[in-house]
């Protein structure tokens, strides 16, 4: 009986050995790594708490489970009918009703204690070196580095996958849908605490990396934050399903040398004290169009088709709105529709950006109108003026 079940064993396990030798050490490790499921400890010290305490309980659960099912097993080995012919006759076992209890009792306790402290730490936001302030829209995100001193920073930041990647057309890169055109930059060794609120419907903001996954939700802000050690280039996605587009705003968060964050910040005072001074500037119809064009190529072709043909949304060319008063066309773009996809950009662009992605729309797509926008007209027509 044993020589035969031997037999049968080496025969179940032959083709298993086969395919282990097929792979090198090298090969097997790559396979290992591409496949793993488990958590990442990411670059932060309570990233790394997170990681140990969930491995901890992993071991514990493992244990646990080993015990279980080893006393069940042999139970049903050992006390099988054909080995014992009459049955017990007792109900049950003090000791053993009191070891299972007290047991359970314990090894919650050990995995409490450690929890406890960690989520503390995850909950405990205060003496932050920077906050930012999240807020998610379908379908990017906002950033605004808040300077208690002076004018805040804030920018926009898109997906910057190509359209042919997304349309198979052409093979997708090794980050698809994981790039932006405006990534998060902060500085390494410093704590940020992060801001998180959104303007249409649910969001997550989720940088598993950073060890921050917070919900975004429209009139509630709540907070998280990291403190990377290590430099480098952190990817993220939304993490809560926000309707058709959610799958296409990704996070990049690039943590960088405190000179390095520095430099990154002057310049974006300098674009924003830039956008202030072309306020009072009269653009030509040139200037608008070449300017409005990248705009509506990231903000407005995913819906309204890149050669204004239309698709989720309505067509540009030829429409009743783009051809139309131009009064409704700026109301359109500041305030939106409400109950459909048509968010209002009145918040999200600045009325220079505004002024010329409308001129492009009115003067692309064979609508040719010839009119066009300043940055004043928005500002006036934001007055109610």
Known sequence: MYLKA?????????????????????????QVERWQTNMTPGITEIGHQIYDLHMWVFYICVVTGIVVFG??????????KERHQEPATFHENTRVEIAWTIVPFL???????????TLIEIYDTDDADLDI???GYRWKWKYEYINPDGDNISFFSNLATDGAEIANTEAKGSNYLLEVDEPVVIPVNKKVRFLVT?????????????????????????????????????R?????????????MPIVVNVVEESEYQAWLADKKAASAEVKALMSKDFSLEELVERGKPIYVSSCSACHGANGEGGIGNAIAGSAIATGPIKAHIDRLVNGVAGTSMPAFGSQFSEVDI?????????????????MLQPVDIYNYKKGQ
């Not at 080496?10 to 090298?26: E, I, Q, R």
């Not at 090894?107 to 402290?117: E, G, N, Q, R, S």
């Not at 729309?361 to 009119?371: K, L, S």
Request: with cysteine; proline share 3%.
């Open 6 to 30: 031997k037999r049968l064993l080496k025969l179940a396990l032959s083709p298993v050995l086969m395919l282990l030798s097929l792979f090198s050490a090298g090969a097997w490790a790559e």
């Open 236 to 248: 993220g996605q939304c993490a809560e399903l926000c309707g058709r587009n959610h799958g296409f």
């Open 107 to 117: 090894i919650l306790m050990f995995m409490a204690v450690p929890a406890t402290k």
């Open 133 to 135: 302030l999240i807020t």
């Open 198 to 234: 959104a303007n249409d419907v649910l969001h997550a903001w989720w940088v598993p990396a950073l060890a921050v996954k917070r919900d975004a939700i429209p009139g509630f802000i709540n907070e998280s934050w990291t403190k990377a050690t290590e430099t480098g280039v952190f």
């Open 71 to 80: 006393v069940m097993f042999y139970s049903v080995f050992a006390y099988r």
């Open 355 to 371: 002024a010329a992605v409308i001129t492009y729309q009115r003067n692309a797509f064979g609508n040719n109108m010839g009119d």
